[in-house]
């Protein structure tokens, strides 16, 4: 099912699970204010349906993402010059609203889960880092490029830092390397390779499928409280995880113990076939049409 209407995204939704793909193919998919723009539209739904249990993020034409436009940087040059405030300097303010993005799409209260194919470079290796699962192809190629234009990834590098740590996120920064697929899963930005294209769709089926195999409430208590470790003082943080071990207790707890005792799937349970996976990813059949 395709929803809202969109420019730069295919946005479908199968089952329970949203599927966003960035759909710009002649420029990468680089992250111009039209994508990022259409992009926060996407959160919004993902953060108001009470029945969404993951959303899913990959890039069209066999591309994840370039990372910024060029051509918005340019603009944003020709907008003014710098001023001493954020509030005064159009570049920082630009900048930073897409940092409020990157807030907004880490604490999605779904599982996000990011698929990547060709590459994630600069921005789109940033949207890779908030996820909370990374799948790519093989052949993928991540890079931490913008020193090598002459700026900083200002807005993605604490992303980057909480999935890498400090030390791999400043070797990244420092020299712009490209690494492969199998160098970001030793280096923590990925955690699984898949062989080609079609593999991935059956990797991200199966990932969607322990997902699925998981308490959606459960998993949406979960996720706020694991951002806040190691953030906070740890009292005050267990006393709110006792709270939430309590309300899923007396929510799907009761199921999940029951199913357990029973030997039967919870309620709960859902699956995608890699089949589904792929179609999420195909531009939804014109009106009348007989689709491809």
């Known amino acids: 099912m395709r929803t809202g209407d969109f420019e730069t995204l295919l946005v479908q939704r199968q089952a329970d699970v949203l599927f966003v793909t ?34 899913v993020l990959r890039g069209a034409g066999g591309f994840f993402c370039a990372g910024g436009n060029m051509g918005s940087f340019q603009a944003r040059l020709d907008a003014g010059a710098s001023g001493r405030a954020l509030a005064d300097d159009p570049v920082a303010t630009a900048n930073r609203e897409f940092g409020r993005f990157m807030q907004r799409l880490a604490s999605l209260p779904v599982p996000l889960v990011a698929a990547v194919e060709g590459a994630a470079m ?42 890498t740590g400090r030390r791999i996120a400043t070797r990244l920064g420092l020299t712009g390397e490209r690494v492969s697929g199998e160098a970001a899963v030793r280096l923590g930005l990925v955690d699984e390779l898949a062989a080609d294209s079609e593999a991935l769709d059956a990797l991200l089926a199966h990932w969607l499928g322990r997902i699925g195999a998981c308490a959606p409430h459960a998993n949406r208590e979960l996720k706020p409280l694991l951002r806040r470790c190691g953030n906070e003082p740890v009292g005050p943080l267990l006393d ?53």
């Open 240 to 292: 709110d995880a006792a709270l939430a071990f309590s309300r899923c207790l007396r929510d799907e707890g009761a199921e999940g113990i029951a199913a357990f005792r029973e030997k039967r799937a919870a309620a709960w349970l859902r699956e995608l076939t890699p089949q589904a996976v792929r179609a999420a990813r195909l531009p939804a059949p014109a009106a009348g049409g007989s689709g491809a």
């Open 122 to 163: 600069g921005g789109g290796l940033g949207l890779a880092c908030a996820a909370d699962l990374v799948l790519a192809t093989a052949d993928a190629k991540f890079a931490l490029s913008e020193t090598s234009l002459g700026i900083v990834p200002a807005q993605i590098a604490p992303f980057v830092v909480q999935r």
């Open 22 to 55: 960035l759909n710009v193919p002649h420029t990468r998919n680089a992250l111009s204010p039209e994508v990022v723009a259409e992009l926060g539209r996407a959160l919004a739904t993902a953060e108001t349906d009470a029945e969404l249990r993951a959303l």
